[in-house]
């Protein structure tokens, strides 16, 4: 029985991946943290905004470098909206908190757009790069019209 629940934990943390690690001492740590990926998520996401919108020539190379760390930051954020993380040096919303289903679908709806525009970037198409780039901004903009206060 025992040894059953120490794998049911196991398991389950490996499940949780890398939202596992993200531990946090106090609120503010959570909240500087989050930001921390929302920052990386926008240098990223704007670049290649840039290349989507003909600002910057498109190079397939900085597409796939960037579309990568977006696809692989837009996991971290979540795992901080802990608890207690509504007040403070932040714009979220107490919404998330209270309707966080819908918050989890949007965070997944990003996730699972990022990953597909790792896999537009590495085709090399320029429209289906626009097409999944416009996708995950949607994403992000979807989210902060409902939890992101102005
Ligand atoms: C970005 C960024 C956002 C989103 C949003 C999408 O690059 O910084 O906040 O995309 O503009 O509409």
């Known amino acids: ?29 959570a909240i500087k943290y989050r930001k921390a990926a929302f920052t990386l998520l926008a240098a990223h996401n704007g670049r290649l905004g840039a290349m989507a919108q003909g600002r910057v020539p498109f190079d397939a190379k900085s597409a796939l470098d960037n579309a990568e760390i977006v696809a692989d930051v837009a996991k971290l ?16 919303k107490a919404e998330i908190w209270k309707d966080n ?27 289906a790069f626009k097409t999944a780039f416009g996708a995950t901004a949607g994403a ?11």
Request: net charge positive; proline share 2%; charged share 25%.
């Open 1 to 29: 029985m025992k040894k059953i629940l120490v794998s049911l934990v196991v398991a389950g943390a490996s499940l949780m991946g890398v939202s596992a690690q993200a531990q946090f001492a106090k609120p503010e740590d």
């Open 77 to 92: 954020p979540w795992a901080a909206f802990v608890d207690g993380t509504d007040s403070g040096e932040t714009k979220a």
């Open 101 to 127: 289903a819908k918050f989890k679908d949007y965070a997944g709806k990003l996730q699972a757009e990022s990953v597909k525009l790792v896999a537009a970037a590495k085709s090399g198409n320029q429209d």
């Open 140 to 150: 992000c903009k979807a989210c902060h019209d409902d939890f992101r206060a102005k």
